[in-house]
């Protein structure tokens, strides 16, 4: 079989395998057969509820010493990914990245919590969620979401993890009538066996085949780090829990550390210092645009001052823009002279513009960004567009040299 990484490249070479049990989740979830939660028990199930087809990305681990990339659904069957052969019928030895797992059950079981309390406080609605490598996203049924209800909801989450309530997995049959009072989105159609519950102590219960803690003080914490525009009329409440929630601080104070380094002033004082720095920046841009705006026209002035006028202007500058371009274009004229001009990094990528006589405008700037290996467009006489190879502007002036010396021998 083939991998085809997450991060993209070239697709990876090797086996899928189907183990008679397994200890590691499958992503997409479902109905995996011989799945073993945390407690060690069979069973099948499918996310349900708030969850939909259970958005939990798959476990990753070893088979004997051979690891396994990744491992997915297909029917009752989860199918591990792995780099090299084994031998069919061999007993092997099952490892977890307990790191990645464990992650994985405080952002779930963190989730669930949210969404119970954010119904209970608020009758906000989960409609779906996303758990994310950095941080997870809440899909709530409400066009907004307050500040204040942020912090309450944030509050009161927290107060569940102090309390230390027990989380709990029970099985029952799929025509059990307690199903009826479990949150639930409904089963899948090709649902078969027991269906998996997971109960948060007198705060939630819920239709789930996903991974989560046994008691919600493995949470640590919850952070919710605020909202985002949704789809029409929902809000997306992004939030982070347990390790996260460390990893966070942790990299929020390096930067901390870093910015006081170098702006040689405390924490409390950097959004100014920064404020104070934006200002110096935008004062420089402009003092710079306009000194830029005064060498185009000198630049302009002393090509016209000039006895005999060349019927060619090139020139290239690497500080510039667009408008420094067209400046020197509308100071020289472009009815009798053609111009090149480039702006950016000499050997690199850059700006040009081409202007002139419309006609041989229209006739050379394809040619030019062809040469220049760029995309350009043009009208009344201007092509203007971005370059990938400046280095070859001595093949543009060649070609733009060849075209006017037969109108102009003595060029």
Known sequence: AELRPE??????????VVLEDTILFPEG???VRAWRGRAGRRGR??????DGPCPQPDDRGLIGAVPVLRVTRRGSEAVHFVPAALEPGAAVLLSLDWERRFDHMQQHSGQHLITAIADQMFGFKTTSWELGRQRSVIELDTPSVTAEQIEALERSVNEKIRERVPVRV???AADDPEIE???????????AGLVRVVDIEGIDSNMCCGTHVSNLSDLQVIKLLGTEKGKKNKTNLVFLAGNRVLKSIEQSHSTEKALTSLLKNGPGEHVEAVKRLQSSVKLLQKNNLNLLRDIAVLIARDFKSKPVQSQLFVLHRK???SEFMNIIANEIGTEETLLFLTVGDEHEAGLFLLAGPVEAVENLGPRVAELLEGKGAGKRGRFQGK???????????????????????EA
């Open 319 to 321: 500080e510039g823009d």
């Open 29 to 31: 979830g479902g109905q």
């Open 170 to 172: 029970r099985e029952l």
């Open 181 to 191: 009072t479990v949150r639930s989105r409904g089963l899948p159609d090709d649902h």
């Open 387 to 409: 370059a990938t190879k400046m280095s070859r502007r001595g093949e543009v002036q060649a070609l733009l040299q060849e075209f006017i010396s037969p109108r102009c021998p």
């Open 45 to 50: 199930g499918r996310a349900g509820g708030t």
């Open 7 to 16: 991060g993209g490249g070239e697709p990876v070479r090797g086996f899928q």
